[in-house]
């Protein structure tokens, strides 16, 4: 025989307080059936008193009570449990239609929610739940931001901020621990450390389907070690936002990892968004250390970036953007193929690591900037309560844009783009009506750059090109082709106002080879000094031995092409010539290269 856990049941939807002197959660009502009244107000009071420290719900007539508080309810100073799946129904509603400011502020630790549907709390700083100061508090199970359906919006201001609060759970992989949210998910605060975001959807109905988000997904701007996401079945579902589906500032050691973002449930139609993940070090938000790796990004119209000077050690790994999340490689429904813009960008910082992501079905799957080609503005919270008093926002532009983005930056560099598959789906096939400029953009004066062991095809422009950079190496690469079959690519490599390029083996990496490349597999152009071509296979497969024919070789064109070196390269299939320089009053070097033959 046991005790009964103790307990402080609700059985009224009033608002009213405890009665002074009363036995704890009494308001000095009663029931039809003589029961005395406890409404949430009441019991909260009690909790903060020192009654008990369980809050549960037996509502009488009702499957899911709504509470409505007519002001905000008391903060919770001390350790509580409330549990709305006490209730007949499962689940209780709090609805913030007659008040404003915060539904649930946590501020004792070790606290836990569930079972709660809390919305409505629009009023000003409204906010569904804080967890202040203390921590080890736990999330799970909810429904905010939605009404008790959990597929219709209700929208609070916010759904759920942690402000210098450590080691708490937002979600747990427990089965029906995962919370419906509708968007706005906040960890603020240099003493947020430790905190987890597992295993919810965000943006997402109850059903898989229905779209019950805005513009912000998950906000990090402050603290360390938090994660969002694990390993199998922890990953959150986040789509339907207008801005950011995660977004990291000013934090350090942030672990994003095997999250779905952009498309439903099923992985088929995207649900609407702007950025997938978004990680920025400017100005005072410095960054160390963030990971985002094993991630699906789809629908959206740049899928993870990287931004600012003040990002260190940042590793973007084994990622999937673009395609479906169903295996079938096809592009997402709901979007047409010209929306999405970017796959993986990283402006302005140095020292990032690129490694075996696959990338496809953006006008450029991948964007290497010496300096930020953007415009941004974060989440500012002037008063330190959690509210962003400046909405967040940022815009790219392309290589192409006139907008030069802030030249205060010096350029940067130091970032390894290797072992990618880039135009090519997870199939390693190119996507049905695919639409894709460039595969790897290089520009903004971006400085030290290895690619290196990419395959990179299926673009209808360039595969790669060098648009504006100092001392970049392109080695091992695949360029064109994987297996022998043209995937629809123009040029192999565009080399535009460069200096310092090398096009070769390095160390313990054998040369590119470039095939089935419409125009040219090496075309130079612009303002391009002190380049090496050597040591490739172009027009031919691995081994030398199969055709991968390109309309011309390598094509060097211009006045200003200064210090050109093409040696011992392997020259083979060129419908036009296989070399080919205009390059009036200047001279290039040509040696050791086989053209024609195998």
């Not at 350790?79 to 649930?104: F, P, Y």
């Not at 906000?219 to 938090?226: E, F, H, L, R, S």
């Not at 169903?326 to 979007?335: A, E, F, K, N």
Request: include cysteine.
């Amino acid at each position: 025989w046991e005790l009964p856990p103790r307990q402080i049941i609700v059985n009224s939807v009033a608002d009213r307080p405890a009665l002074s002197g009363a036995n704890c959660c009494d308001t000095g009502e009663k029931l039809p059936n003589g029961d005395a009244e406890c409404t949430l107000r009441a019991a909260i009071e009690a909790v903060n008193a020192g009654c008990d420290d369980r809050i549960t719900f037996a509502v009488p007539d009702v499957a899911i009570p709504k509470i409505t508080p007519q002001t905000p309810l008391p903060a919770l100073n001390v350790k509580v449990e409330i549990d709305g799946t006490t209730q007949s129904g499962g689940k209780v509603e709090i609805s913030g239609t007659d008040a404003t400011g915060i539904c649930l502020d946590l501020q004792g630790g070790n606290s836990t929610v569930r079972g709660l549907v809390i919305n409505n709390f629009t009023g000003e700083n409204g906010l569904g739940i804080r967890l202040f100061g203390a921590g080890k508090n736990a999330i799970v199970g909810n429904y905010l931001g939605t009404d008790v359906s959990g597929n219709v919006p209700a929208f609070n201001g916010a759904n759920i901020i942690v402000t210098n609060s450590s080691n708490n759970e937002i979600g747990t992989t427990k089965p029906g621990e995962g919370n419906v949210i509708g968007d706005a998910v906040g960890i603020v605060g240099k003493a947020s450390t430790g905190n987890a975001i597992v295993a919810n959807r965000i943006g997402i109905g109850a059903d898989g389907t229905s779209v019950i988000g805005r513009n912000l997904g998950i906000v990090v701007g402050g603290g360390g070690g938090t994660k969002i996401g694990g390993t199998v079945g922890a990953g959150n579902r986040i789509g339907g936002f207008s801005e950011f589906a995660i977004e990291v500032f000013g934090s350090s050691d942030t672990v994003i990892e095997g999250n779905f973002i952009g498309l439903d449930v099923p992985g088929v139609r995207a649900l609407g968004g702007a950025v997938g993940i978004v990680v920025v070090g400017i100005n005072e938000f410095n960054d160390s250390k963030p990971t985002i790796r094993s991630n699906r990004v789809a629908g959206v119209r740049a899928g993870i970036a990287i931004v600012g000077d003040q990002v260190t050690g940042a590793t973007v790994t084994d990622n999937v953007v673009g395609p479906r999340f169903d295996g079938s490689g096809t592009l997402p429904t709901g979007v047409d193929a010209n929306y999405a813009k970017f796959g993986i960008r990283v402006d302005g910082a140095p020292n990032v690591q690129v490694l075996r992501n696959i990338v496809t079905g953006a006008d450029m799957n991948l964007v290497v900037a010496g300096k930020p080609q953007m415009e941004y503005n974060p989440c500012i919270d002037t008063d330190g309560d959690g509210w962003c008093e400046t909405p967040p926002y940022l815009r790219f532009y392309s290589p192409e844009a006139p907008f030069g983005g802030d030249e205060a930056f010096p350029p940067v560099g130091g970032v390894i783009v290797a072992a990618n598959t880039i135009g090519l789906n997870d199939k390693l096939a190119l996507p049905a009506g695919v639409k894709q400029r460039v595969g790897v953009a290089v520009y903004r004066g971006a400085r030290d750059l290895q690619i290196r062991n990419n395959i990179v095809a299926g673009h209808s422009e360039s595969d790669i090109w060098l648009r504006d950079g100092v001392r970049l190496q392109l080695m091992q690469n695949r360029i064109g082709s994987l297996d022998g079959f043209a995937r629809n690519s123009q040029v192999g490599v565009i080399v535009d106002e460069t200096s310092d390029v090398t096009i070769a083996p390095s160390g313990s990496f054998v040369g590119n080879t470039i095939g089935f490349q419409k125009v040219a597999a090496v075309l130079v152009r612009g303002f391009a000094t002190n380049l090496l071509v050597r040591g490739n296979q172009i027009g031919t497969g691995p081994g030398g031995a199969v055709a991968w024919p390109n309309g011309s070789g390598i094509t060097a064109a211009g006045p200003n092409i200064i210090a050109l070196r093409i040696e011992n390269n392997l020259i083979n299939g060129s419908v036009t010539h296989g070399v080919s320089l205009e390059l009036p009053g200047n001279k290039a070097i040509l040696q050791g290269n086989r053209i024609g033959v195998s």
